[in-house]
Structure formats: C-alpha cells, structure tokens
C-alpha cells in the first residue's frame, strides 16, 4: 500500500506520514522533501511548536513558490517532471489530492 503526502500530494510515500497515534514515520517525500518528524517540528518561540498542518502549508508555499522542484529526481517518475520541477498538470493532481488548489494554496 502507497501513501499521500499530506504536504504535496504525491502518492507514493512507503509509509503513513503519521500513525493512528501521531507519531511520525520520518519518511522524507521523494517529491517535495518534507521529512515527517523533523520538518514538522517548527519551535515558534521558547517551548511553543506550530502545529503540524500548519508546518505542512507553509514547507508547501515555499515548495510552490521555488517552483516545485523534486527533491530526488533519480526516483520521482521522470513523465511527471520536467527541468527538476513537478510538471504543472501533475502538481496540480497532487494537489487535488489533498484537498489543495494549486492557484490558491
């Protein structure tokens, strides 16, 4: 069974981002480069963390905004990639498939 990546969509991670618990898998997304685990773990200030959808929509804004590149392009199918960025009409698809509108992320 594949997963979603709760940050771009890409649905081939190998393990849940999360359990039933929380707990993060430390994965890291071959697409976007979120890594569960370490990537969410943003400190605001002293002992006061972001919440982890939060992590997940700002590490994704950046993401778009650098022009979606693939972290590991050797692994990401190359039909869905162009130049080291995730086609236009795949990040799109991605994207629906967490709910996110790519012109409105």
């Known amino acids: 069974m594949?997963?979603?990546c709760p940050v771009c969509g890409y649905k081939n991670l190998e393990?849940?981002?999360y359990d039933e618990s929380g707990l993060a898998s430390f994965e890291i997304c071959?697409?976007?480069g979120f890594q569960f685990g370490?990537?969410?773990d943003v400190e605001?200030?002293?002992g006061v963390f972001m919440d982890i959808p939060e992590?997940?929509?700002l590490h994704r804004k950046k993401w778009i905004q650098k022009g979606a590149p693939v972290f590991n392009t050797k692994y990401y199918p190359k039909e869905l990639q162009s130049n080291g960025q995730v086609k236009e009409q795949y990040l799109t698809e991605q994207l629906n498939n967490i709910n996110v509108d790519y012109k409105n992320f």
Do not use: G, N, S
Request: aromatic share 6%; glycine share 0%.
């Open 2 to 4: 594949k997963y979603v």
């Open 15 to 17: 393990e849940a981002a």
């Open 30 to 32: 071959i697409c976007c």
């Open 38 to 40: 370490d990537d969410d």
């Open 44 to 46: 605001i200030e002293e």
């Open 55 to 57: 992590t997940h929509r």
